[in-house]
């Protein structure tokens, strides 16, 4: 979805770097999520906010942080990279109404830790 | 937490109708079902929602039983570009969302000639 945006599409790294992967969206929408997706696996939620002031953990979350800067940006960091972090992460908007949720997912970032 | 339980994979020719179902034991009174499809190395795509008896729209339709404990997307007449894994979400996202919103393995559909 084009009004989800992640930078950058792919991306090699080393043990042991930090490194941060953005996601921006021009959808207007509050909620933000970060996933990673294994080969053959569904994705696993590593974090989630519901508005800017608002960061919650998944069911993933260690060795990974995130920052919310503004509604549009959440930008998911690794603080010390390792190869078993490897997987191809999604950023995920989500629109609200009542009690139904959707969700509006990213192109992806495939991650390579050597 | 509302877990689902579906088919690994599934397989079927082009123009057949292709029901795919989702168990969801646990579904809480407030929790909408949900699927999702995945192509490979794309973000999934919302398909369709719903809460109870049935919804229709452009691409499928999803069943869903008086007690709620599955739910059955239905493709009419696939065609190869439908070979994709689909995901079933159950969760509500007024008092979820989050946590709620869980993939699991999802089914991998192969359509062929």
């Known amino acids: 979805d084009a009004d989800v945006t992640q930078t950058p599409r792919n991306r090699i790294t080393k043990t042991g770097k930090r490194i941060m992967l953005e996601c921006s969206q021009t959808k207007g929408h509050d909620r933000m999520y970060w996933y990673r997706q294994d080969p053959g696996l569904g994705l696993r939620l590593i974090y989630y906010s519901f508005d800017v002031k608002d960061i919650n953990k998944g069911e993933i979350s260690d060795g990974y942080s995130v920052s919310r800067q503004a509604q549009a940006k959440f930008s998911l960091s690794l603080e010390s990279a390792i190869p078993n972090q490897t997987a191809l992460y999604f950023c995920a908007t989500s629109d609200l109404t009542g009690d139904q949720e959707t969700q509006y997912f990213g192109p992806g970032t495939r991650l390579l830790v050597l | 937490l509302a877990k689902t339980t579906q088919p690994i994979s599934m397989d079927s020719y082009e123009g057949q109708e292709v029901n795919i179902t989702c168990s969801h034991n646990?579904?809480?009174?407030?929790?909408?079902i949900t699927w999702y499809q995945q192509f490979p190395s794309q973000g999934p795509r919302f398909i369709i929602q719903g809460y109870k008896t049935k919804v229709t729209n452009e691409v499928a339709s999803l069943f869903i039983p008086a007690d709620r404990k599955s739910s059955t997307l239905s493709l009419p007449r696939v065609s190869l570009s439908d070979t994709a894994v689909y995901y079933c979400?159950?969760?509500?996202?007024?008092?979820?969302?989050?946590?709620?919103?869980?993939f699991g393995t999802g089914t991998q559909l192969k359509v062929e000639l």
């Open positions: 979400l159950v969760g509500d996202g007024l008092t979820g969302g989050g946590n709620k919103l869980t």
């Open positions: 646990n579904i809480a009174t407030n929790d909408y």
